[in-house]
């Protein structure tokens, strides 16, 4: 029988690559947690009405991307293709949201049966936040400065902008939508076969379309700012107040939309041109209407994704990922003869105790004395540490800098933590 491989798009992150996104991941979860954002974990299976529900029924998500199977039940179940469904059903039945403010965020895979392409992938995965009970611009802000203050973190700030836009009410959007599909009807054979099908479902997506025909039509469309309601307007002037004050720049841009339906009032997005083609990076807006819409009561909400494949491309590409940042060991402890591997054994677990940040390898599987020391300088760490009869008997280690070009020393156990401590790196904040 043949070798069984990976599903295509869905990739295998190998062990050279895990550091660099253990890198992203804390980097983020520090940043939230100094805004007061807290861990949630939910399932990558949902029951598929979850999604027509929230996500709308005519989205291309729903119609032609989602993994749904039916299980020995019965019962229709979906892979989530985006979390804050998933998020929002979580929090409504653990009773999260009652009369109280609630920030929250998630990290994990998510699924969407699309052309795999560079950045884009069927399993991919994402960083969400969320953020439950706050109305007014004032969170809005908030959340666009918090990811600001992101992309600075990674170095990223100068390869990064926003784009913002009101989508107004569900009621503005109809009337909008009316004179859109009024508009575009006149031109239908004209449009893509995309936007064509859009016409009849959900027509605010041509407003994304990427066919430069289609764009050269929408110039004289009727614009969704026109339609705002005052107090979408309020709230977006109010918004756009405050990213002035902070002196966070962006954007504004009447074509974006975001394709999911649960969307209201503000949504954004950070894009990039360092991935070649124009890519987000990051995106979101606001939903008040979802958590009523799957049965709870009425919440507002605002919150974004972000797209891990696509930002450790971007640190990789763009050679943002500090050198500190690396699965290279501190230190190697190697014993010569069965009581010095049983000594190289006592003493690591004694410096793991001591020591508790550092990677620590001992030596295992025999050989002699230059193929242990190979295998030390292999392992990257900065210093091997080595017992032999004269160290076993005299109550001492030998110190072989790897890295430095200094000498070797013979130190007493009593001061071994002590020279180690000025020898090795301060551990940084992205290993620790």
């Known amino acids: 029988m043949g070798k069984i491989n990976a599903i295509r798009g869905m990739n295998d992150i190998l062990p050279d690559q895990s550091p660099t996104w253990q890198y992203l991941e804390r980097t983020t979860a520090r940043i939230l947690h100094g805004y007061g954002y807290h861990e949630i974990r939910m399932p990558v299976v949902e029951q598929t009405d979850l999604f027509k529900r929230s996500i709308g029924e005519v989205t291309d998500i729903v119609e032609k991307e989602m993994y749904t199977f039916e299980d020995r039940n019965g019962d229709s179940l979906t892979l989530r293709p985006e979390g804050t469904a998933g998020c929002v059903r979580a929090a409504e039945q653990h009773g999260l949201l009652y009369n109280q403010v609630r920030k929250l965020w998630y990290t994990g895979p998510m699924f969407r049966h699309e052309r795999p392409q560079k950045g884009r992938y069927r399993q991919f995965h994402q960083i969400g936040v969320e953020c439950f009970g706050l109305s007014g611009p004032d969170i809005d802000a908030e959340v666009l400065l918090m990811t600001a203050r992101l992309w600075k973190a990674l170095g990223l700030t100068p390869h990064v902008r926003l784009e913002i836009n009101s989508i107004g009410t569900p009621e503005a959007r ?127 909400a605002v919150g974004f994704a972000m797209g891990m494949e696509r930002l450790v491309l971007m640190l990789e590409s763009l050679d943002l990922i500090p050198d500190s940042v690396n699965d290279r060991a ?102 620790a």
């Open 174 to 300: 109809r009337a909008y939508r009316e004179a859109l599909v009024a508009y575009l009807s006149d031109y239908r054979d004209e449009l893509d076969d995309d936007s064509q099908r859009r016409l009849e479902t959900n027509p605010l997506r041509i407003l994304d379309s990427k066919a430069q025909h289609t764009q050269a039509l929408l110039k004289d469309a009727p614009v969704l700012a026109d339609y705002l309601d005052d107090e979408s307007r309020d709230h977006f002037d109010g918004l756009c107040r405050r990213l002035d004050a902070a002196g966070l720049e962006y954007a504004v841009n009447p074509g974006l939309v975001r394709g999911l339906d649960y969307y209201g009032k503000t949504v954004f997005e950070w894009v990039t041109d360092s991935l070649g083609a124009q890519g987000t990076v990051c995106a979101g807006g606001r939903y008040d209407g979802l958590v009523s819409q799957l049965g709870g009561k009425p919440t507002p």
């Open 330 to 431: 501190d230190l190697y402890v190697l014993g010569m003869g069965e009581a010095g591997e049983a000594e190289a054994a006592r003493l690591s677990e004694h410096l793991r105790d001591a020591m508790p940040d550092r990677m620590i390898l001992t030596h295992c599987g025999g050989g002699g004395f230059k193929s242990r020391m190979k295998k030390a300088d292999r392992s990257g760490a900065a210093v091997a540490l080595i017992l032999g009869e004269d160290e076993l008997s005299g109550d001492t280690v030998t110190l072989k800098p790897l890295r430095s070009g200094e000498e070797q020393r013979t130190v007493s156990r009593s001061e071994l933590t002590e020279t180690l401590a000025g020898l090795l790196s301060p551990v940084s904040e992205s290993t």
